[in-house]
């Protein structure tokens, strides 16, 4: 944890190489005493750890006092060795020493910003050193301030950003720096209040200290929008988005940290609204960022190659996106490795590739395996939790496991009701698909009254031509369908496009559902026909009667005309067809 927050990225795992990442040599020091694959050099306990963190400044100063103990003996060595052999230059020197009183005067002041500089850099690397050893290290210790036995990861932050004024209140810019990483850090929690709380707070800072046009403040200000599009706020989430666009300018076409952040942070604005090709193109100009800047990072390649997918279903690509999918189901990728949420969520989207293959059993299986690791390593309600559970319902809808699909589905509304409120998108889409069991079931009078409230707050939220929004209307429109309220069922289908229901909905059969949805409704059966269809056919079926034989080619046997008696069957062997038309009849 001491080294994800000092890369500012709490999901970050540790790998080979990591003491590059590192500048101070005592804080390497520590980590790698900490973690030793050697048990008798592994340090024994936190506490040691911690000692080791707060003493870090006398340590310093005693290596700092014998580092420059040694430079002063090798300092009067060379005078000495100087000393022999200077005499025949001291004319010479005397000369180049006066020549050269101009350049030092200018260099002395250069040094003495240098100094000042040098001295800022250590007075903050020491409140760092605080911070970290009392502050954060502190919020873990139960017998501290407003302590608690087994602190939660919530507990821990709320209490370690309680201190920053005071740590970094002359430090802009160092504050801002942990104010990011403290957003990550609630923003993997899903806590976005708390992570755009502290994520507009660094932007501010940074954009008043470096200006609204440094690469600091537009890497803060494309996390802030990603907060923003988490909460559905889209249209100031595009205004953000175009704005750091512009300020970015060139070096959005460079291979930088900066570039692979607009075009991740697009491809999440995309990806909600739906925007299947659009999100595609951004995420994968994020990946070829990626492959050029941080080739190595496992975790960023699963979170690329994930989305990727995503897409890919939506596009009807269904087998490339198992194909890739399935390529991340190995133990390289595995929750020590990457992290339990982005782990999960590669399986999540495997199940939904399943899914759209019919591959029902496989897609259950590897959902429930989501869920379960979620449930123990994030909590039972946390929002992933509910994206799970709520894809699990849409399987159980597709197997008529009625039962199931409701108890999963209000579940996984009740966890969105309090992570994005009752008219979060995520909220809604749950909505939705209980609104479709609904429709399933034949009630559809309860049907309509859940699905009309849905569909007008994704058409406010996103818009009527939304993939969202069309979907629920189709539904919406066939419960109206099945009361016989055809006149409002009409105008709902009337610009839904089959392209965008899949986008929704994976399926390949949106085109022949609308064509039958929008034809003439008395060539369809509705629900009281089949009803009427079965009650007649039972009988049939449970005493049949006779097999009749007939001869091939023929109509039929000549029982065919009891069938029908009284009346008789008018066939073309037995008279003529009469033209009425013909002979003026």
């Not at 300020?247 to 609204?273: E, N």
């Not at 690329?304 to 690509?317: E, H, I, K, P, T």
């Not at 909590?379 to 319902?393: R, S, T």
Request: net charge neutral; glycine share 6%; aromatic share 6%.
């Amino acid at each position: 944890m001491l080294y994800q927050l000092l890369m500012g990225d709490l999901r970050r795992p540790m790998s080979a190489g990591w003491e590059q990442d590192i500048a101070d040599p005592l804080l390497v020091e520590d980590i790698g005493a900490s973690c030793h694959g050697d048990p008798a050099r592994r340090l024994s306990s936190v506490a040691d750890l911690v000692q080791r963190l707060k003493s870090r400044a006398a340590r310093r100063a005693m290596a700092e006092s014998s580092r420059s103990a040694r430079d002063r003996a090798a300092a009067v060595e060379r005078a000495l060795e100087r000393s022999r052999t200077r005499r025949p230059w001291v004319v010479a020197a005397l000369i180049a020493l006066l020549s050269g009183l101009g350049i030092s005067s200018s260099l002395y002041l250069g040094e003495k910003r240098a100094r000042l500089e040098a001295a800022h850099a250590a007075a903050r690397a020491e409140a760092i050193n605080r911070f970290l050893s009392d502050d954060l290290l502190g919020a873990a210790d139960p017998s501290g301030p407003g302590g608690a036995h087994n602190p939660t990861m919530r507990d821990v932050l709320a209490r370690t950003a309680n201190h920053l004024d005071g740590r970094f209140a002359n430090d802009p810019e160092t504050k801002a720096s942990i104010e990011l990483a403290l957003g990550t850090a609630y923003f993997g929690l899903t806590d976005y209040a708390n992570a755009e709380k502290y994520r507009a707070q660094a932007l501010d800072a940074l954009d008043a200290g470096e200006g609204e046009d440094s690469t600091a403040a537009l890497e803060a200000q494309y996390q802030l929008i990603s907060v923003l599009v988490q909460t559905n706020r889209l249209d100031e989430a595009q205004r953000r988005l175009n704005a750091a666009d512009h300020l970015a300018g060139a070096r959005l076409m460079q291979d930088s940290h900066l570039a692979f952040q607009a075009h991740w942070t697009r491809a999440g604005y995309y990806k909600l609204r739906m925007s299947v090709l659009d999100a595609a193109r951004e995420y994968s100009a994020a990946d070829r960022i990626r492959a050029r800047i941080d080739p190595d990072n496992d975790t960023l390649l699963l979170r690329l190659r994930d989305a990727l997918s995503w897409c890919y279903v939506r596009q009807g690509r269904k087998e490339e996106a198992e194909r890739v999918l399935r390529d991340l189901m190995t133990p390289k990728y595995s929750p020590q490795r990457v992290g339990p949420l982005f782990w999960a969520q590669a399986r999540i989207d495997y199940g939904i590739a399943l899914k759209s293959l019919g591959r029902d059993e496989d897609a259950e299986h590897v959902m429930s395996a989501a869920l379960t690791e979620l449930r123990e390593s994030l909590g039972p309600d946390h929002f992933f939790v509910a994206v799970v559970q709520n894809e699990l319902g849409d399987l159980y809808i597709r197997q008529a496991r009625w039962q199931a699909a409701v108890q999963s589905l209000e579940e996984a509304q009740q966890i969105l009701r309090r992570r994005t409120g009752e008219r979060g998108q995520a909220t809604l889409i749950v909505g939705a698909n209980l609104g479709i069991v609904q429709y399933r079931t034949a009630q559809y009078a309860r049907a309509v009254d859940s699905l009309s409230g849905v569909r007008t707050d994704l058409v406010g939220l996103l818009g009527a031509s939304s993939p969202q929004a069309q979907s629920v209307s189709y539904y919406l429109a066939a419960a109206l369908t099945g009361l016989g309220r055809y006149s409002e069922a009409a105008p709902l289908l009337q610009d839904l496009q089959p392209a965008d229901l899949a986008s929704a909905e994976p399926r390949d059969d949106w085109a022949a559902r609308l064509d039958a949805m929008r034809g003439d409704r008395t060539l369809f059966t509705t629900a009281d026909g089949i009803e009427r269809l079965w009650e007649v056919s039972v009988p049939l079926l449970e005493t049949p009667p006779p097999v009749r034989m007939y001869a091939p080619g023929s109509w039929g046997p000549n029982a065919v005309h009891q069938l029908v008696a009284p009346y008789a069957w008018r066939l073309p062997f037995e008279r003529a067809w009469r033209d009425p038309n013909a002979s003026g009849e």
